[in-house]
């Protein structure tokens, strides 16, 4: 994944996931929704435990306890468990959307 992962999106729907490395330890994710000026949305960010890769697989998406379906306004959350990776699912837009930002942290060597 790109570090940080940045994604503006101006429709509705479950967007692509960002794939995060999930072996990191200790494992850190910040996740953060911004409505771009003058846009209204909802929202809510989901995460999986799921291998997204395996075609055999078909993911389960669970929501963010911190920012579940319904959000309006811009939201923060964080993950100190390991994840597969993590979307924002968009009920309604208007405007210049929103962006999703997923930033992990790295161990120093």
């Given at each position: 994944m790109p570090n940080p992962f940045?994604?503006?999106?101006?429709?509705?729907?479950a967007k692509t996931p960002c794939l995060v490395d999930n072996q990191q330890s200790p494992f850190n994710l910040s996740v953060g929704v911004i409505l771009n000026a003058g846009?209204?949305?909802t929202y809510g960010v989901e995460f999986?435990?799921?291998?997204?890769?395996?075609?055999?697989?078909?993911?389960?998406?669970?929501?963010?306890?911190n920012l579940p379906a319904g959000q309006a306004a811009n939201g923060v959350t964080n993950y100190m468990f390991p994840v597969m990776g993590i979307r924002v699912n968009i009920a309604a837009v208007t405007g210049a959307?929103?962006?999703f930002i997923v930033l992990q942290g790295t161990q120093q060597l």
């Open positions: 940045v994604q503006t999106s101006t429709t509705t729907g846009a209204t949305a999986t435990m799921d291998d997204v890769n395996n075609p055999a697989i078909t993911p389960v998406w669970l929501p963010d306890a959307g929103l962006r």
